[in-house]
């Protein structure tokens, strides 16, 4: 497997978030026009698992897992909202050589969500810029150590499907993202992640 592999996994789940958003407007027309009750800020608490690559021009794919925490601040009549993220995960054992890495990512930019007639369903796509930081042997004591690994350049392009179940709690069902991080590798100096997220957000 290589990196178009994780390409193709990335449209994938894009692929998968379009399809989620077209049922949850198709529920939204059979059950009659939205309500006007303004958004609220909120606080998403979630587990992370993210696909990553380890080697430059190629996939020694490897799977890491962890926690994340979002706050969305909404703009005007709530369809738009500030988002900061923040992200942290963790692999052991990478490849033969067992090497570590710990990924972190903190970024922020605009979250785009819909208002359909139902309210308990409610998509969103996002796109968000920031830092991402890296540790462990992979990037610290390997062939080519990243000298960047303390802030590098990272992005994030996806979306996800919350249901509330009531005014104060919902359920994140899922959060697909496309994940760049542009960490020194020797090689292209850039990696492409796949994030899925699920948890819990908090609505005050």
């Not at 962890?66 to 969305?72: E, K, L, P, Q, S």
């Not at 919350?162 to 850039?190: C, K, M, P």
């Amino acid at each position: 497997m290589r990196i178009r592999t994780i390409s193709r996994i990335a449209n994938i789940a894009i692929v998968v978030v379009i399809l989620a958003v077209s049922v949850a407007v198709s529920i939204a027309h059979a059950q009659g026009p939205a309500t006007d009750k303004p958004a609220r800020p909120e606080v998403a608490l979630g587990y992370t698992f993210l696909r990553s690559n380890a080697p430059p021009a190629g996939c020694t794919c490897f799977n890491l897992n962890g926690g994340n925490a979002t706050f969305a601040y909404p703009l005007g009549k709530g369809e738009f909202a500030v988002v900061g993220d923040l992200a942290a995960a963790h692999a052991g054992n990478i490849s033969s050589s067992g090497y570590s890495l710990t990924l972190s990512t903190y970024t922020a930019g605009i979250r785009y969500a819909p208002k359909f007639g139902t309210k308990s369903l409610q998509p969103f796509g996002q796109a968000l810029v920031g830092l991402a930081h890296s540790s462990g042997s992979l990037v610290q004591g390997g062939a080519t150590p990243a000298g960047n690994s303390g802030a590098a350049f990272a992005s994030i392009l996806g979306g996800g499907l919350d249901i509330q179940l009531n005014r104060r709690f919902s359920i994140r069902l899922f959060e697909a993202d496309y994940v760049l991080t542009t960490i020194d590798n020797g090689g292209n100096n850039h990696q492409n992640n796949l994030r899925i997220d699920a948890g819990a957000v908090f609505h005050f």
